[in-house]
T-cell receptor
Framework: SQQGEEDPQALSIQEGENATMNCSYK?????LQWYRQNSGRGLVHLILIRSNEREKHSGRLRVTLDTSKKSSSLLITASRAADTASYFC????????????FGTGTRLKVLA | DARVTQTPRHKVTEMGQEVTMRCQPILGHNTVFWYRQTMMQGLELLAYFRNRAPLDDSGMPKDRFSAEMPDATLATLKIQPSEPRDSAVYFCASGFPGGTEAFFGQGTRLTVV
């Protein structure tokens, strides 16, 4: 079963707009990561946030983590057509196993 | 530059045949993951290894799937016999444990007819 569930499943926006994706998970975590997958390709790591962090930035990416609600959000600002991809959250639980469980993904389409 | 290499990239096989997928993790990484991606199930963790030892293969159908790491530079995933429902993209990823990113290969797209 999935540990994480992304919301929305699909998102379509205009270039220049911001895109927000949410991830909810079920069990306590050590850290949460976001990955991007372009069509037909492997996943690429975007950003990692640890359980004791609340917010993290990387370029146009902003990630928040609310461990009390077991949720995270990924904000992409000033989106570009090249941001069109699927985005996944992955959690590393506190069980000590250090295995990454992925959510269901959000398909983002940025229209030029 | 360092990358995870998977072979073959595409495989079409008939039901009942054995399929072997190979993965070369990034040199120095001590953790290797096998994932399966389908439209219906998303990304499923099949198995993962640390220092070549299998730590968890609970996501893998044991009757037909097997995963091994003969050495630190090679991980294999075998399906025998293959079935149409095994059609999916299989990804290998490598990394270090404890809160670091996983590096993914390009995947093997398997079609079982």
């Amino acid at each position: 079963s999935q540990q994480g569930e992304e919301d929305p499943q699909a998102l379509s926006i205009q270039e220049g707009e911001n895109a927000t994706m949410n991830c909810s998970y079920k069990t306590s975590i050590n850290n949460l990561q976001w990955y991007r997958q372009n069509s037909g390709r492997g996943l690429v790591h975007l950003i990692l946030i640890r359980s004791n962090e609340r917010e993290k930035h990387s370029g146009r990416l902003r990630v928040t983590l609310d461990t009390s609600k077991k949720s995270s959000s990924l904000l992409i600002t000033a989106s570009r057509a090249a941001d069109t991809a699927s985005y996944f959250c992955a959690t590393d639980t506190t069980s000590g196993t250090y295995k990454y469980i992925f959510g269901t993904g959000t398909r983002l389409k940025v229209l030029a | 530059d360092a990358r995870v290499t998977q072979t073959p990239r595409h495989k079409v096989t008939e039901m009942g045949q054995e399929v072997t997928m190979r993965c070369q993790p990034i040199l120095g990484h001590n953790t290797v993951f096998w994932y399966r991606q389908t439209m219906m199930q998303g990304l499923e963790l099949l198995a993962y290894f640390r220092n070549r030892a299998p730590l968890d293969d609970s996501g893998m159908p044991k009757d037909r799937f097997s995963a091994e790491m003969p050495d630190a530079t090679l991980a294999t995933l075998k399906i025998q016999p293959s079935e149409p429902r095994d059609s999916a993209v299989y990804f290998c990823a490598s990394g270090f444990p404890g809160g670091t990113e996983a590096f993914f290969g390009q995947g093997t797209r398997l079609t079982v007819v």
